[in-house]
T-cell receptor, first 113, second 113 residues
């Protein structure tokens, strides 16, 4: 089966710093990787995704890096803002059905003004 | 565009009681998911519907949990009887079709005492 883990359960940064959230996965056959942001009292919100045939993808202030050799995924947030404070989950998928999405435990990001 | 609606937002019950949650997906979304999110963990899929049919219920504890989506639109998830370990947030998500991005509702926080 698939298991997804995170290196650090909490991360505290100052406003304006860059944040890096890490994630390890176990199944080398995983095809698709997604980062979600979950604010208190809300459901997870899609941030960015990457497919296994890529090693980097950039969005607005966010970059996801995929290292398939060591089965590691990271989310980089540039110029972190207080509104970025939330729990961040990585999720991995094998195949194309979202129903097989496996979520990691989550990292709590706290941004101090 | 209206998001995924869930009710109630909070529910407190005693063990062995019954409870039901309701979800109204985004209009036109054929695929609907119910997840269980225990505190400090990522969501875990309970059941996936495609229109009014079940696609995957392999992780649904069928001795106490049931779900239906009779008309292929809104859905209910029921727990009968509840156990202490059922305390969690129950998230509903929908997607246009299986394999498309999922949109999550705010969840129902269940506390079983």
């Amino acid at each position: 089966g698939e298991s997804v883990g995170l290196h650090l359960p909490t991360l505290s940064v100052q406003e304006g710093d860059n944040s890096i959230i890490n994630c390890a996965y176990s199944n080398s056959a995983s095809d698709y990787f997604i980062w979600y942001k979950q604010e208190s009292g809300k459901g997870p919100q899609f941030i960015i995704d990457i497919r296994s045939n890529m090693d980097k993808r950039q969005g607005q202030r966010v970059t996801v890096l995929l290292n398939k050799t060591v089965k590691h995924l990271s989310l980089q947030i540039a110029a972190t803002q207080p509104g970025d404070s939330a729990v961040y989950f990585c999720a991995v998928l094998r195949g194309t059905s979202y129903g097989k999405l496996t979520f990691g435990q989550g990292t709590i990001l706290t941004v101090h003004p | 565009e209206a998001g995924v609606a869930q009710s109630p937002r909070y529910k407190i019950i005693e063990k062995r009681q019954s409870v039901a949650f309701w979800c109204n997906p985004i209009s036109g979304h054929a695929t609907l998911y119910w997840y269980q999110q225990i505190l400090g963990q990522g969501p875990k899929l309970l059941i996936q519907f495609q229109n009014n049919g079940v696609v995957d219920d392999s992780q649904l504890p069928k001795d106490r949990f049931s779900a239906e989506r009779l008309k292929g639109v809104d859905s209910t998830l029921k727990i009968q009887p509840a156990k202490l370990e059922d305390s969690a947030v129950y998230l509903c998500a929908s997607s246009l079709e299986d394999g498309d991005e999922q949109y999550f509702g705010p969840g129902t926080r269940l506390t079983v005492t």
